[in-house]
């Protein structure tokens, strides 16, 4: 299936790509979006090649316009400041796009599916507590990109690699076992993972403390690592319920996972002694106090971290190792790999693909670093002098559109309804504002932004859809194929030249694992329509031909902005 920007962007590209033939220059054509559409619909740039071909890039467009003829997909074309600008066939574009959307409706955007699977890890938080909102980032980021890839047409499994060995876990374990819950303040959350906290809390500070407790902690530690299943047992006892508990949390921001996998699992098959002994045999492995370590500073890294130790002097593995076993085993279940992790884990996540690299690997992961998110200083910046979870963010976001709605449309709507629509505004909220940002630029997470109605926020898109259902329901036309070439005002042209975009929009998300591309679209697509809406009228249009193309029009961007909420993990409503 090739979708009819698509094809026209083939199109221009096969042309532009057989003038540089012509022209004797070899280069990789890659089109651009001009900014406004009075330059054009598609744009080739023509400054790279000056350097090769010896000319100002204004005398390289001139040449390759000259060895293009306007046909097909291309309706003119100039050459302007270094650019050739193409403008195309906008009447087909606009009719075979509508045809399409309303043919595919819930799958317009979608890709061809693909005989390729992908494992995206992400969220492997330790099962010690609640989630909190610094790495809140990390399961929203992981489950947006689970849906960009699975609508591209590949076959995705979302994985949560579940600590179960480490320091955390044996803390949390020892605190339920010699702590009373007398001892432990009330939590404010009738959750597990909040019931269990408290001991974990507890525990640290005792083993700080006490000799004994830091002993028996350690114990607990290394019959884990030598993968006692006594104690493995134990400790899956203690974490389980706040495993629970977590999931609890994420059901609730629409998270799911498909599988879980912990990581005694390659100590108990032996896969970590593997690992081990294959390590051994490179010519980068040396010794130090009886424990083994790969010397990395051929491949870059600096400084005390150039030692990259898999095993203690005891013979016991540490938890990168068992990361490098895990990562073996993931890359015989799948052609992709991708982790989503906190720029915190940048030298191990380095560690670790080296030694895969010395392994030889069948995949080596693909890995997206996410910065953390802070609060600004107020009510939800620290709450009881600790962490703030993702819990309390996801009922602050509620608490506050429901504010927000009641204020707006308090006099009309029934209270289960205000309660109704504050919580996919919330929560849109929440996962918008994590999403719309780079994975690699820190966030504050402010409300006024998050919650805005009129910028670049969630309530704005949401409010747009809204917008439209309700012109749909008041129509008296069906929505059937029309004759798309009277949609000629600006903004009509603007909205289905977006709507067109979509299923680009995805492929570019997808293949550079930028999810925030989704969001940014979503945002010009729902201002587009506000704009068609205020110069167009729909309804009242007395020349049918031209309502019924509006109306289709409209039921195109409600099935865009749906289908594109739909990967964001955000509802779409129908009433605002």
């Known amino acids: 299936?090739?979708?009819?920007?698509?094809?026209?962007?083939a199109d221009i590209t096969k042309h532009?790509?057989?003038?540089?033939?012509?022209l004797k220059l070899d280069a990789t054509v890659k089109l651009e979006t001009p900014p406004d559409a009075s330059m054009g619909d598609v744009a080739y740039a023509c400054f790279p090649l000056a350097p090769?071909?010896?000319k100002a890039p204004q005398h390289i467009a001139q040449d390759i316009a000259s060895h293009i003829k306007p046909g097909g997909w291309i309706t003119r074309l100039e050459a302007k400041a270094g650019y050739v600008n193409f403008f195309i066939n906008y009447k087909r574009l606009a009719q075979e796009?509508?045809?399409g959307i309303l043919r595919d409706t819930t799958t317009y955007g979608n890709g061809p599916q693909k005989n390729q699977r992908i494992i995206i890890e992400h969220t492997s938080a330790n099962p010690n507590g609640p989630l909190h909102v610094g790495r809140a980032r990390n399961p929203i980021i992981g489950d947006t990109l689970v849906r960009i890839y699975r609508a591209a047409g590949y076959s995705v499994e979302s994985q949560f690699y579940l600590d179960d060995m480490g320091k955390q876990?044996?803390?949390?374990?020892w605190g339920l076992h010699h702590i009373k819950p007398q001892d432990i303040p009330k939590p404010s959350y009738d959750k597990p993972d909040h019931h269990s906290v408290g001991f974990y809390q507890k525990a640290n500070t005792l083993m700080q403390e006490n000799e004994q407790a830091n002993q028996e902690i350690t114990q607990l530690i290394r019959l884990c690592e030598q993968g006692d299943k006594k104690t493995l047992a134990q400790v899956k006892d203690a974490y389980a319920p706040v495993l629970d508990g977590m999931n609890q949390s994420l059901r609730r921001i629409n998270i799911r996972i498909d599988k879980y996998v912990a990581e005694s699992t390659f100590v108990l098959d032996k896969s970590v002694d593997s690992v081990i002994k294959h390590l051994k045999k490179t010519t980068y492995c040396a010794e130090e106090n009886n424990a083994l370590y790969l010397d990395l500073e051929s491949f870059g890294v600096q400084g005390r971290s150039t030692k990259f130790f898999f095993t203690?002097?005891?013979g016991t593995t540490l938890y990168a190792t068992r990361d490098i076993a895990y990562h073996l085993w993931k890359a015989q279940q799948a052609d992709q790999l991708i982790n989503v992790l906190g720029e915190d884990h940048k030298l191990e996540s380095q560690q670790v693909q080296i030694a895969l690299q010395l392994l030889k690997a069948k995949t080596i992961p693909k890995v997206i670093f996410y910065a953390f998110v802070s609060l600004p200083e107020g009510k939800m910046s620290t709450r009881r002098g600790r962490v703030v979870y993702l819990d309390e963010l996801v009922d602050e976001a509620i608490?506050?559109?429901?504010?927000e709605v009641k204020t707006r449309r308090g006099t009309e709507l029934s209270l289960k309804k205000m309660h109704e629509i504050a919580e996919y505004v919330g929560i849109g909220a929440l996962r918008f504002n994590m999403i719309k940002v780079q994975p690699e630029k820190d966030i504050v997470f402010k409300w006024e932004e998050a919650l805005n109605f009129e910028g670049n926020s969630v309530p704005f898109i949401q409010y747009a859809h809204a917008r439209a259902c309700s012109i749909l329901s008041k129509k008296t036309d069906q929505i059937t194929p029309v004759d798309a070439s009277v949609l000629t005002h600006d903004t009509e042209h603007a909205l289905i030249m977006l709507l067109a975009r979509f299923p680009l929009i995805i492929q570019d998300a997808c293949l550079g694992?930028?999810?925030?591309?989704?969001a940014s679209y979503l945002f010009d697509t729902a201002a587009a329509f506000n704009q068609f809406y205020r110069d167009c009228p729909v309804l009242p249009e007395e020349n049918k031909e031209i309502r019924h193309a509006r109306l289709t029009l409209v039921h195109g961007t409600t099935t865009v902005l749906h289908n594109g909420l739909e990967l964001l993990g955000i509802t779409a409503p129908e009433e605002m």
């Open 169 to 173: 876990v044996a803390i949390l374990t």
């Open 513 to 518: 694992c930028k999810p925030h591309l989704i």
């Open 97 to 99: 796009t509508l045809e």
């Open 1 to 9: 299936m090739t979708y009819p920007l698509e094809s026209c962007i």
């Open 312 to 314: 203690r002097a005891d």
């Open 399 to 403: 608490e506050r559109a429901f504010e």
């Open 52 to 54: 090769r071909a010896k």
């Open 16 to 22: 532009v790509q057989h003038a540089l033939e012509m």
